[in-house]
């Protein structure tokens, strides 16, 4: 039997407590990806025993294998389809997603939550960027939601040591040595490594950038390796 030690017990009620203090009367709105971080705050939601719905922002790009994790195991989770395909993004855009200027992040994952307390699984400990993160903030645009990032001080051995005791499953991809689960392509992941698993989406994202006239080719976007700063105005919440 696996045995949490003092600090990560004290962690867990810390967890709990603030799930428990910032309850809205109409319940939290719980952004769901299916990660590692947001399989731990959905227990300990549920373990808080607070009134809660749980949202999933499907975005077209998602691993196969984790939509049919969430559809297997999570069936409580509201998924939400895209209103816009990531191809019919670029089409509209006129230009691929990059680092610079990752549209899709915006319009695909960060809906919903309007005038509503939102959890999420955010930590300090996944980038430089998130460092800056407060506990309980509210949206930069617009306001409209305020958000609580439950296990913002957790580690991921932390995070991987709660889900081994609590026998949570999780997505196949960890196994396959995938440290982080997105959207396949992002420009922030190894692209070159999602389409040697994916083939079927390299040639989807071929055919979209086959229709913007020769201005932004595959070739082009995927070498795309530079260094660049994120954008600091967007609020990218998910893995």
Known sequence: MIQTSLLMDHKIEQALD????????????????GGKD????????????????FHMNMTSVDPPELVRYVKKVH???IRHKPVMSM?????????????????????LKEGGGENRFVITGVRWAESNKRRSRKMVESCTKGRTKRYLHAIIDW???????YIDTNHLPYCSLYDEGFK?????????????????RWPRHEMLYRRAME??????????????RRKTP??????????
Request: charged share 35%; hydrophobic share 35%; net charge negative.
């Open 155 to 161: 580690s991921d051995q932390e995070v991987w040591e």
């Open 87 to 107: 191809w019919k993004l670029i089409e509209k855009h006129k230009k691929p997603p990059t680092r610079i200027w990752r549209f899709c992040c915006e319009e």
């Open 230 to 239: 994120e954008n600091e105005a967007q609020c990218v919440l998910f893995e």
């Open 18 to 33: 603030r799930i428990k203090a910032f309850e809205p009367p109409e319940g939290y709105y719980v952004a769901f990806s």
């Open 75 to 77: 069936p409580d989770v």
């Open 211 to 224: 229709k913007l006239n020769g201005t932004y080719t595959f070739d082009w976007w995927i070498c795309d």
């Open 180 to 196: 982080r689960i997105g959207c396949i392509g992002c420009p922030m992941h190894d692209r070159r490594k999602d389409f040697l």
């Open 38 to 53: 947001s399989i731990v705050v959905k227990d300990l939601v549920i373990k808080a025993g607070v009134r809660a719905d």
